[in-house]
Every structure is written in structure tokens, then in C-alpha cells.
């Protein structure tokens, strides 16, 4: 059974499509033609071609067919419809084309650019005019290549242009008039130059350079006396480019040109003919004119033969006190000079030349090494820096090298960096030195070695591996790592995998640290041909590393990583990637395609991270269009990672998008969703507070988790106002959750106004309470919650009044014998570190704990200005009597004190007097100002901090209080053994089961 046209064209074969194509073309029909057009989205270059060849054989009539196909989303098809669209050059299709030049994308102006030029006509060229100043550099590239194209028909369009009075000259326009016009524009352009702006003489010289005809070159050498010294520099430039061609010219110049115009002539003439120059120098030097010489000298030290050097010296002999002082400056400053040379001369018998010798090498060094190394060793600073400067000279020499490490380590910094700069200047003849000096005690020398090495770079690389390799000095190993990967050379990459392979992750971060920006792409290529190492850790390493190539030119590197068959390398590119700051919308649109390549959550989620760092609108909608073709949980989970960002742009687009996609939000994904709300919602919580009051069950438990991360008093009041009043218990569990840590908030009214509301639950508080104060550290604060949850009939385990403890640790037996050797020998260290506490931290204490009953339901309903008032009178009376018995006051949490006491007695008095002087204070107030106090006392050895006290001795205190009623003054067995019972009144009270206490505790009471 034969095939249609339309089956044939979509085969790979290329006899088939061809056969179909001709068959869609023979058709002739709307459909046939629709067909066509999407061949134009195929991936093969060559079947989009002959899909557009067959359109413009179709003819005229397509047009109307092509226009309704345009879409700018698909490129390849665009581009090509808009070549047809060009190349049939009616008058509607040239409309629609013109229409895209001024699309905001550069590279769609690009294709319409290349459509308008197919046919031309002064009307398409007058179109492209105006883009000659686009703000897209290939854009404005590719019009002046058009427009050349265009030819002479347009030259008077563009004079017109160049006469109209503008602020800002058309530079590619003078150029484009120069390119077409050639020589018949020098006369026009001689009319403008004459009065116009800088930027527009400026732009006639540049488009003249390119020009190089013999009238383009009289007109350079004329700008060379242009007032403007820019323009002046540009017109060298441009007849130094131009070549031999300009030596006649220039030539014939210099006699007729005044002294500004022959000095850049003499300049260009020596820089184009190098030491050939001689000749014309010897000429100038000659001549009477004391100019004429000075010119010459200056030309002079430009060159660098010993011939031009042997000159100079002879100048130095020249009669004239302005010649030879100007030719001692130029040989100081004259770059390759032959030392050699100035000391052959220092025997001269002239006085005069003698001394311009001296001053001379005075400014640029040069002696011999024995008395260099005396004065370095024992010469004063000045002294060295001047010898400093003539060893970049010398020949390397093992001694010498040895007293400049020494140097690095010099007080004085001008002395460290003259000495790193010679040993740069030794290259690897310095290495093995500067290696051996990065373990030296001084942290100098450390510092000016690593940076010495740095800057040697490929040399020092060769030395650095064979170290590395050989492993001939461990101790050397992790500065030698460090200082390869600091020399961003690609060769010293590699070296260091084996260093990634065995070194624990602590010093491979502080290595790495230190790594300055790769500039190098070869470095770049080497990373990325490393990340399929089968080691992960190296993997994730090299990845770090790859986060400094992050410079614009080595982007366009990277990014080929993403085309890696294996996931694994491009996820590390990603996470390279992840780390740079400041990525172009062309840089994500790489990433945003590469969402359509990945599979794994993994890729996908590292891809997104990267998108959501950079809210440009372009990637906040290529986010949400992939977001919306997810299943709901990869929606969910992605979502998720975008939200982590916290980007305003991309908020937004998941508010959005979780409202259009309300479907996702159900009981099973309220976690996640509440989670991306409490991002969304962080900076106005008011819409979590709404949603309370939402029908859906699964968005109030969204909101309410969401709630969970944001810190503000205000949401305590707002989340008990609008849930709703039937309330579904699991709703409630996690509303108690959240508003548990308003409870030990320092505003009275609104831990009053949770108290109640935790009452008002009653036992259903028991869970969340119970679940929140394992997260607690504070024992206090656990044995509030405790109590409010004991308050509404609940149970408690025993356990959450202890801290959370460690999970324990299950060894294996090959692994026993290891750990029972570092058990044993961190307690021979700890043993110690307890024989220090003792001696100089633990003291025998007695710790106090003071409380008032009923504050908890006095605080709830009494107003803030009553609850202030009763804690001030209660502080009033508490303090000075602590102070008056010598007991140090190290918190107060509320109504509560704690308090210790050197003497065990003083504690007891106390105590006592605190009771006393309340009863008298109750006895003068009404009924709700009374105060009701229990105090609890216990003693024993506690480890004392300045500002706390910690032991099994501070617990049992704690515990002990609640053992008390109002009124009453509870010691502990300890306590009762450390006082003088014959002046205290003391009664028994029992036994009793202490929470987190194994043994029953004996208790006393101290009658006042």
C-alpha cells in the first residue's frame, strides 16, 4: 500500500521526503502548502531549505498561507518564512516582515533584517537605515553588511544623513559612505571635517583608515595636526594599519608638516621599520635643531637593538646639558637594555658621561652578586630595595635565592615584594626553594611564597607535579595542592585529582578557598573532561571549583557541559552553574531548554534552582509553562525549590499558579504547599490568616503550616480569631503547634491570651504540646508546657523534662577495636579537662529556686499595667534580700529566680526572711495583690560560668520546687547536711518520685 505525500514527508530518508515534497508541490492545495510550512520546523538544515525553495515555487499566492503560519516562538520556522516572505517581495509580505524589525529580540530582527535585503530597493535600504544605530552590536554589524550590498543607489540617501544637523553623528553611516563612496567622498568628507564635532571627525578618520587609498592617506596624515589629541592617536593608529604603503607619504610629509605633525611621523616611521629606522635617526641626530635631536633620542629608546643602545650612550657625550639629560632618561626607562653596555663605559675618563652612566644604572640596577648579597644581608632598607632592583638582572644563583626567601619574611613590605618579584623573574630555578619555604614558621615568608609561585604559572606547574607525583615530602602536600590550583594553568588541574581522591573535605574546602576567577578556557575544558571521574567527592569538588569560571566569555564552555550523554556530568555543570551570579536571559534560556532534556528529579531540581535565582520575566514564564506540564507532585516538588529562593517575580507566578491549580492542594501534599506558602506569604502573612477561614480543609492546613515559619506576635492573635469554630481536630493539633512558642512570649496580654485558648481546648493540646517540647533545650520552658498540659487533665511522658538524647551509635566489629582506642584514649583527655573543671570551675553551692504559685492564671486574665505592677513589688522584695545574704542572682525567667549561695546557711536566712517580710506585705493589701511564694533549696557540687551554674545539683533544685506549696521553704537531704541545724527549725516532708530522678528523693521543710 503506497503512502501519502503527507507520511513521505515526514521520513528520514531523503529520497522519500524529497518524493513527497514534490507531490505536496504538484497538490497545489491550502493543505499541501500548511504541510510545507511545517516542514520548516524540521531538525535537518536541508529539509528545511528545499521546503522553502518549494514555497517560492509555489508562487506569489502562498503569501497569505505563509503570513497565517508565522510564529514567533518557533524560530526555525520563522526564520525560513521569513526568507519566502523576502524573497516574494510583495508588497503585504514585505509589510509583515518590516513589522519584525522592531521586535524586542535581536536575533528575530536579525532574520527580518536578512528578509527586507533579499530584493534591492532604496525603499528596503531605507527601512534598514535606522537600525544602523540598534542597540544590538550584531544587529548593527549585520545592517552596514546589507546595506553595502545596496551599493551607490543609496549614497545620496546617506549624505542626506550626514548633512542633517544631528547631536551624535552616525558613525556607520560615515563608514558605509566611505565603503561605498571610495575616493569621490574625500572631497565632501575634506567640507565636513573641516567644521565639524569631535565624534564627527573622529568618525571620519576611523571609516578613512579603512578606506587606505593615496587620498585617504594625505587626508590621515593632515588629521595628525588635529587640536583634538583622540583624534590625533586615531590617525597614527590608522596609518600605522595601513603599512608600508604610508612611507612615501609620510616621507614627503615631514618637511612641509610643523613639529606636532613630524613628531607622530618620526613615531609611526620607527614603529613600521623597526631597527631599519636607523638611518633616518642618525640624520636627525645631525641636525643642528635641538628639537630634531630630541626627537631622535626619544626614538631611540624605542628600538631595541644594542646598536640603538650604543647610540643613546653616545648622546650622553652630546654638549648640549638638555640632549644628554634627556638621553639618560630614556636609556633608564628603555626596556631590554644591555647592561653590558653601561658598564663598559663606567671606566670612561669623561667625568660628566661617567656620572650619567652611574645615574643610570642607579635607576635601573646592575652590579656584581658577592657585594648584592653582602648588603642584602646587612644593608639598610634603602639600600637593599635598590639592590632588589638589579637582581631581576642577575643570573639565578642557589645562594642568592636562598637569602631572598629570608627577604619574604623582611619587617619591611617594600623589602617582601622586591624579593617575590626577583624570584618570580628566577622561574623554576626558584620552585624547590619556595616550596620548602610554605611550611616556614613565619607566616611572611608563607604568604609571599604561595604568591610567588602563583605568578611563575607554567614553569612552576612542571615542578609542582614531579613533587606532587613522587610524594617525596608529605608535609608539602597541601600547599603544594593549594598553590597548583591557584595557578589557573590546565595542566595543574589534573595533578590535584588524586589530592580530591584521599584528603578529608575540611582541608579541600580551605584549599579551595583560596582559588582565584579561572580565566583560562583550557582549564574549563579539563574540569569538564574530569567530572566523569567514578568518585563522587571529586565530582562535587571539581564542580566547586567550576563555580569560579564564571566570567562571560567562559560561560558559552560551561554551558557545554549541558550536552553531556551522561546525567550525572551535567549535574554537576548545573550545580557550577548554580553558584553564579549575575546570568543573562541568554544564559537561562540555555537552562530553561535544558528542563526539556532532564529526567531525573535530581537534574530538574538543580536546573530550577539556577532559573529562580534570576527573575527576568522571560524565565519567570519559561518556569510556569514547565510547571504547568508537570505532574502534580514533580509540580510540587519544584515548586518547592523555587519558592526556596525567595525571588518576588517568582512568588508571585506560584501564588498564581497554585490558585489556577487548586486540585494539587490535598491532604497528602499539605506539608509542601504550606511550606511554598510560607515563602510566598513571608513579607504579608495576612493572606495565611484568610485562608484560615477557607472551606477547604487542606488549604487551612496549608496556611497554618505555612504560619509555622513566620515570627510575629501579630499572627498568634489572628490565627486564634479566624479559625473556625467548628474546627477539625487535626486543623487545631497543628494550630496549637504553631502557637506554642507565643507562650513564652514577653508580651503578658498575648501569653495570657494563649493560655486561654490552650485551656479552652482541653485534652486535645495533650499531642502537639507533647511533640513541640521535644524540640525545647530549656528545662524551664519544658516543664511550663508540661504543666499547662497536666492543667487540662493530659498525661506526660516523664522523659520530654530531659533534653532529647543521641541516637545510639551501633558499631560493626571490624570497626569496635578502632572506636574502644579512641574511646579509651578521649577519656585520658577528658580526664584531664574534668581534673581542670574541678580545680578552677566546680564549687560546693547552694542553688535556690524561687516561684510564684498561680502566676500562670493571674497573668492570663489580669492586664499587662497589673501583671508589671506584681512583678515589680515581688522584685522589690525579693532582691535585697539576696543581696543582703550574698546570693548571686543568674536568671530571672518571669516570676522566677535563680540563685545561688557560697554559704549554705546564708541560703536558709534567706530564704526565711523572704517568707517573713511577704506575710507582712499580704497583711496591708487586698486579696488579689497578695503573693504566694515557694521556695526550693538544694546543694552539692555545681560547675560555675559567669553568667549560669550546671549539675545534676541545679536539676534536682528544679525539681524540688514543685514538691512546695505557697509559703513554704523545701531543702534537700544535701542541703540539710550542710547547715547548723540547731538554728534552723526543720521538719520532715517526705518521699518523693522526682520527675527524670531514678531514686525516690527525701525532702525538709524549714518552718519560719
Not at 553 to 567: K, P, Q
Request: proline letters at 3%; aromatic letters at 6%.
Amino acid at each position: 500500500m503506497s503512502r501519502s505525500p503527507y507520511e513521505l514527508i515526514k521520513s528520514t530518508d531523503d529520497a522519500l521526503w524529497r518524493e513527497g515534497l514534490a507531490a505536496l508541490l504538484i497538490d497545489h492545495t491550502p493543505e499541501s502548502g500548511a504541510a510545507i510550512i511545517g516542514m520548516l520546523c524540521d531538525k535537518a538544515w536541508h529539509k528545511r531549505e528545499a521546503a522553502a525553495k518549494a514555497l517560492l515555487e509555489w508562487g506569489p499566492e502562498i503569501s497569505p498561507l505563509v503570513l497565517d503560519h508565522l510564529n514567533e516562538k518557533k524560530h526555525d520556522q520563522f526564520y525560513w518564512l521569513l526568507y519566502v516572505l523576502g524573497q516574494l517581495g510583495d508588497e503585504k509580505s514585505l509589510a509583515a516582515v518590516k513589522q519584525i524589525l522592531h521586535h524586542r529580540d535581536a536575533e528575530l530582527r536579525g532574520y527580518a533584517i536578512r528578509a527586507v535585503s533579499a530584493h534591492r530597493q532604496i525603499e528596503n535600504a531605507r527601512t534598514l537605515y535606522p537600525l544602523l544605530n540598534d542597540p544590538n552590536w550584531a544587529i548593527r554589524k549585520l545592517v552596514f553588511e546589507q546595506l553595502l550590498g545596496f551599493s551607490e543607489q543609496i549614497l545620496d540617501d546617506l549624505r542626506k544623513i550626514i548633512n542633517t544637523p544631528s547631536r551624535l553623528p552616525n558613525h556607520s553611516v560615515i563608514a558605509l559612505f566611505v565603503k561605498i563612496g571610495q575616493d569621490k567622498t574625500i572631497e565632501e568628507l575634506r567640507k565636513i571635517y573641516q567644521n565639524g564635532s569631535f565624534a564627527l571627525r573622529y568618525s571620519v578618520i576611523s571609516a578613512l583608515g579603512e578606506l587606505g587609498t593615496s587620498l585617504a592617506i594625505d587626508f590621515l596624515i593632515n588629521g595628525l595636526a588635529d587640536g583634538s589629541w583622540a583624534i590625533r592617536q586615531l590617525a597614527a593608529e590608522q596609518l600605522l594599519k595601513l603599512g608600508p604603503k604610508v612611507f612615501e607619504k609620510l616621507t614627503s610629509a615631514f618637511s612641509r608638516s610643523d613639529s606636532l605633525i613630524r613628531y607622530d611621523i618620526i613615531k609611526i616611521l620607527v614603529e613600521l621599520l623597526g631597527d631599519k629606522a636607523m638611518p633616518l635617526i642618525q640624520r636627525l641626530l645631525s641636525a643642528t635643531e635641538q628639537e630634531h635631536r630630541l626627537l631622535a633620542i626619544e626614538n631611540l629608546a624605542r628600538l631595541k637593538s644594542d646598536d640603538a643602545t650604543a647610540t643613546l650612550l653616545l648622546c650622553l657625550a652630546d654638549p648640549d646639558r638638555i640632549v644628554s639629560d634627556y638621553a639618560a632618561d630614556c636609556l633608564s626607562q628603555k626596556p631590554n637594555l644591555n647592561i653590558d653596555l653601561l658598564l663598559q663605559h663606567l671606566s670612561t675618563e669623561d667625568e660628566n658621561l661617567r656620572f650619567q652612566i652611574i645615574k643610570i644604572i642607579g635607576s635601573i640596577g646592575g652590579m656584581a652578586l658577592s657585594p648584592i648579597i653582602k648588603i642584602l644581608e646587612s644593608g639598610n632598607k634603602q639600600e637593599r630595595l635598590f639592590l632588589l632592583g638589579v637582581l631581576q638582572k642577575i643570573a639565578p644563583h642557589p645562594q642568592l635565592i636562598d637569602v631572598l626567601i629570608k627577604l619574604l619574611g623582611d619587617v619591611n613590605w617594600p623589602v617582601r615584594n622586591a624579593a617575590a618579584n626577583c624570584l618570580v623573574n628566577y622561574g623554576e630555578a626558584s620552585v624547590t626553594s619556595i616550596v620548602r619555604a610554605l611550611t616556614d614558621n613565619s607566616d611572611d615568608i608563607q604568604f609571599w611564597s604561595r604568591k610567588a609561585l602563583v605568578m611563575i604559572g607554567p614553569k612552576a606547574v612542571i615542578t609542582l607535579k614531579t613533587i606532587l607525583e613522587e610524594n617525596t615530602d608529605p608535609s608539602l602536600m597541601p600547599h603544594i595542592v593549594s598553590a597548583l590550583l591557584s595557578m589557573n594553568h590546565p595542566e595543574a588541574v589534573p595533578a590535584v585529582t588524586r589530592f580530591l581522591e584521599t584528603t578529608d573535605e575540611y582541608r579541600i574546602q580551605a584549599v579551595l578557598a583560596s582559588v582565584p576567577s579561572i580565566t583560562s578556557k583550557d582549564v574549563v575544558n579539563t574540569i569538564l573532561n574530569l567530572l566523569t571521574h567514578p568518585d563522587p567527592k571529586v565530582c562535587h569538588w571539581l564542580s566547586h571549583l567550576l563555580k569560579k569560571a564564571d566570567a562571560n566569555a567562559l560561560r558559552r564552555t560551561v554551558f557545554l557541559g549541558f550536552s553531556h550523554s551522561n546525567e550525572i556530568v551535567r549535574y554537576y555543570v548545573a550545580e557550577a552553574v548554580s553558584g553564579w551570579s549575575n546570568l543573562s536571559e541568554n544564559d537561562l534560556k540555555v537552562v530553561s531548554r535544558q528542563l526539556q532534556v532532564e529526567k531525573s528529579a535530581k537534574n530538574l531540581r538543580m536546573m530550577v534552582t539556577i532559573l529562580s535565582q534570576n527573575p527576568y520575566p522571560s524565565t519567570v514564564s519559561a518556569l510556569q509553562e514547565y510547571l504547568e506540564s508537570c505532574n502534580p507532585s514533580a509540580m510540587l516538588d519544584l515548586m518547592t525549590v523555587t519558592a526556596a529562593q525567595k525571588k518576588l517575580p517568582f512568588l508571585k507566578m506560584l501564588d498564581q499558579l497554585l490558585n489556577s491549580r487548586s486540585e494539587v492542594i490535598t491532604l497528602n501534599d499539605v506539608d509542601r504547599v504550606g511550606k511554598i506558602l510560607s515563602y510566598v506569604y513571608q513579607d504579608h502573612p495576612e493572606g495565611l490568616v484568610q485562608g484560615l477561614t477557607s472551606p477547604s480543609k487542606a488549604y487551612r492546613l496549608c496556611c497554618i503550616i505555612a504560619l509555622d515559619s513566620i515570627d510575629d506576635r501579630r499572627i498568634a492573635f489572628s490565627v486564634m480569631e479566624n479559625l473556625l469554630p467548628n474546627e477539625e481536630v487535626d486543623v487545631l493539633r497543628h494550630a496549637v503547634k504553631t502557637l506554642a512558642r507565643y507562650f513564652f512570649h514577653d508580651d503578658f496580654r498575648l501569653k495570657g491570651a494563649i493560655t486561654d485558648f490552650f485551656l479552652s481546648l482541653g485534652k486535645m493540646i495533650t499531642e502537639p504540646l507533647s511533640e513541640y517540647i521535644e524540640e525545647l533545650e530549656n528545662e524551664i520552658d519544658r516543664k511550663s508546657l508540661v504543666d499547662m498540659i497536666e492543667s487540662v487533665g493530659g498525661t506526660v511522658n516523664p522523659e520530654l523534662l530531659r533534653a532529647k538524647g543521641e541516637a545510639k551509635v551501633v558499631l560493626s566489629d571490624n570497626h569496635l577495636d578502632e572506636v574502644l582506642e579512641k574511646r579509651r584514649a578521649a577519656l585520658e583527655e577528658l580526664e584531664k579537662y574534668d581534673e581542670l573543671i574541678k580545680t578552677t570551675h566546680t564549687l560546693d553551692l547552694s542553688v535556690m529556686f524561687t516561684d510564684v504559685k498561680g502566676y500562670t492564671a493571674f497573668s492570663a486574665k489580669a492586664s499587662l499595667s497589673e501583671v508589671m505592677s506584681m512583678l515589680k513589688q515581688h522584685d522589690e522584695i525579693l532582691k535585697p534580700v539576696f543581696e543582703k545574704y550574698s546570693g548571686d542572682v543568674l536568671k530571672k525567667i518571669g516570676d522566677a529566680f535563680l540563685v545561688v549561695f557560697e554559704n549554705h546557711n546564708n541560703a536558709i536566712l534567706a530564704a526565711i526572711e523572704i517568707q517573713r517580710k511577704l506575710h507582712t506585705f499580704n497583711a496591708s493589701v487586698a486579696e488579689e495583690r497578695k503573693l504566694a511564694i515557694r521556695i526550693a533549696v538544694n546543694s552539692g557540687s555545681v560547675i560555675r560560668t559567669e553568667n549560669d551554674v550546671l549539675g545534676d545539683t541545679v536539676n534536682l533544685a528544679s525539681r524540688l520546687e514543685g514538691v512546695g506549696d505557697a509559703f513554704e521553704i523545701i531543702v534537700s537531704e544535701h542541703t540539710l547536711q550542710r547547715i547548723n541545724r540547731q538554728i534552723f527549725d526543720i521538719e520532715v516532708h517526705g518521699e518523693h518520685k522526682l520527675k527524670g530522678i531514678e531514686k525516690p528523693v527525701k525532702a525538709y521543710r524549714v518552718k519560719w
